[in-house]
């Protein structure tokens, strides 16, 4: 492609960019304009607005064609993205087609990505507990991975800025493993899982089944309704946005804020190609676009440049980065840019069915599961497997009559429908996976998009380490729902590939020394220190912890950082 390159400087010129619109680009972004810096925000997809752009929002399920259900015809155009969990006929406007964003799989990779402002805020499933000290300290300690530069204490007061601002809802529960924050009330528990927190309570000391923690507002405080935000209504219809604002996204809750101050503009369809590094003045000088419509380049400067594009789009940008200082990629003295590259466990899964309890139920969609917090190697190394694991449960009653109902037409079967069935129980594995060498993703050297871009090759795998952690949940869960009183346990390991968790990471990670990471303690490259990188692509290890929410903390901690540091005249 020729670089037809408008170079319009005055009007071209910011503070700062901030490369991506999603959870953490949206926070990038909130956080340097309400410290005064004028900043550009580059989105590759189209504009999204609060509400206005929410299509389906109160679509009732008789007005969609297929009642709101993947259609055919989109499952065969889209063989990769229908997978994605919560992927639907009402929501997939937040989704990217297969074939506009071609990858090349070396080994199975399921690459889920939303292009828009907002990204992926719009469609996450808003888990957002917080990392324990555990989980900075165990690679290092059981010798499976590199030291994290910061710790738990660093992070905390980042935690409760973010959680404040964004509303979480959780109980306090004390529990070292999965440290509390600033909580609004939960939903309520329903019956079987009280009565399966209780048997677990009498049968281990280590097993304890909370409440997870969910951006939902459950009680708005001044902050949220100052947002425009009010009372999540527990539609469960999170995916197609929420016109209430019930749950965070970008769009509803950090770029509006951002706007407000007048600091912001946001530029949609902007491709970001790669990030200009000056070898004159050693740092990087702005970004290099390509309009997503008419394929014009433009470059932006600015002094300093949070890249934010997600964790693999990110790792692409800087090693589509090149110039005679760094001509392996931004930053890569190490030669580590690309590798390490993790994500989370996903492939296991585990039911049961609960008799009693018909008398109970539960009021609304309660868009929340409980967590049995990480019991697995925290102080020792204790299995055969590294890492800890967290498991999501949660049971429901049965919304149709069971095969014992009188009547299966007619009256009879009409009245039946009208009771709630049986109560039955799942749990699923969100587990910490092995950094490694040899997962990971480069350009390919043949194959571009249609902006002349380098296409990426992804060449990432579970491993053995991750099987034998599936054993030992299905093992340990299905011993735990037994203790409780459930029966027909089934276990089941889906052999997903990787990718499909949606928490992909690494691969330009932090670390102590600039011989075996990307970028320092503040999310700098340890090589340009005016490019801050604090998406997923900074991940040193996995944790087993929902990570968005650090993004989110190390995101709000870097800015303030740089924003000081440009202040001393350091950036
Ligand atoms: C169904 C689903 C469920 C999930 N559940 C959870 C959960 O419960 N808890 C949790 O912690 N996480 C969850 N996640 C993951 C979560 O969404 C991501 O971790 C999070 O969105 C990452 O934030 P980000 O800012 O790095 O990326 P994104 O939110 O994806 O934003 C990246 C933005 O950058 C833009 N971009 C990419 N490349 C370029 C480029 N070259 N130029 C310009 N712009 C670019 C993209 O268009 C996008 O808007 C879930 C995700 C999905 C889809």
Not at 468 to 482: A, G, P
Not at 558 to 567: D, G, H, L, P, R
């Amino acid at each position: 492609m020729s670089l037809n390159i408008k170079d319009d400087t005055a009007s071209l010129t910011y503070d700062a960019i901030v490369i991506g619109s999603g959870i953490s680009g949206g926070w990038a972004a909130k956080e340097l304009c309400e410290q005064g810096l004028k900043t550009l925000v580059l989105e590759r997809g189209r504009n999204v607005e609060h509400n206005k752009d929410y299509p389906t929002a109160t679509t009732p399920p008789w007005e969609f064609r297929y009642r709101g259900r993947i259609n055919r015809q989109q499952q065969e155009e889209n063989p990769l993205i229908t997978k994605a969990a919560g992927y639907s006929d009402d929501c997939d406007h937040f989704f990217v087609k297969d074939a506009d964003h071609p990858y090349v799989q070396e080994k199975p990779f399921d690459w889920i990505r939303g292009y828009q402002v907002g990204g992926k805020s719009l469609t996450w499933g808003r888990a957002t507990q917080r990392w324990s000290e555990f989980e900075f300290t165990a690679p290092e300690r059981f010798g499976y991975g590199i030291g994290w530069p910061i710790g738990y204490d660093d992070v905390a007061p980042w935690y409760s800025h973010v959680e404040k601002f964004i509303g979480i809802c959780g109980n306090k529960d004390g529990l070292e493993a999965m440290p509390d924050g600033e909580f609004m009330k939960p939903f309520d528990m329903n019956a079987p899982l009280t009565h399966i927190k209780q048997k677990l309570n009498e049968n281990y000391t280590d097993r304890h089944l909370v409440h997870a923690r969910w951006a939902h507002l459950t009680d708005p405080q001044q902050v949220h309704l100052d947002q425009g935000r009010g009372k999540c209504q527990a539609r469960n219809m999170c995916m197609r946005g929420c016109p209430f604002g019930g749950y965070f996204s970008s769009v509803s809750s950090t770029l509006p804020w951002a706007k407000k101050t007048g600091n912001l503009t946001i530029r949609p369809h902007s491709v970001v190609h790669s990030i200009i590094y000056d070898e004159k003045l050693g740092k990087a000088s702005g970004v290099r676009v390509i309009d997503a419509n008419t394929k014009e380049v433009i470059e932006f400067k600015a002094r300093i440049i949070f890249l934010n594009a997600a964790a693999l789009n990110s790792n692409l940008v800087l090693l589509n980065s090149k110039s005679n200082r760094f001509p392996n990629g931004l930053g890569n003295d190490s030669g580590l840019l690309g590798k390490y590259i993790a994500f989370h466990n996903y492939r296991a899964s585990v039911n049961a069915d609960i008799d009693g309890f018909l008398d109970k139920y539960y009021f609304g969609r309660n868009p929340t599961d409980l967590i049995l917090v990480n019991f697995r190697n925290l102080h020792k190394q204790e299995t055969d497997f590294f890492g800890g694991y967290t498991t999501f449960m949660n049971a429901y009653r049965d919304q149709h009559p069971d095969e014992t109902s009188a009547g299966q037409i007619g009256g009879q079967y009409k009245d039946d429908l009208c009771e709630p069935g049986n109560w039955h129980v799942f749990a699923y594995l969100q587990g910490e996976t092995v950094p490694k060498e040899s997962n990971h993703v480069r350009l390919s050297e043949d194959k571009k998009d249609q902006w002349g871009i380098p296409l990426l090759v992804t060449s990432v795998s579970y491993d053995d380490n991750d099987e034998r952690m599936v054993k030992d949940f299905h093992t340990q869960t299905s011993e735990m729902l037994e203790k409780a009183g459930c029966k027909n346990i089934t276990t089941y390991n889906n052999k997903q590939a990787p990718g499909l968790d949606i928490h992909e990471m690494g691969g330009v990670r932090m670390g102590k020394d600039p011989k075996t990471s990307l970028l320092n303690q503040w999310n700098q490259l340890h090589h340009c220190k005016n490019v801050f990188v604090t998406d997923g692509a900074c991940m040193a290890s996995t944790g087993n912890q929902s990570p968005s929410i650090l993004y989110m903390a190390l995101t709000a901690r870097a800015a303030t950082y740089a924003v000081s540091e440009m202040k001393k005249g350091n950036l």
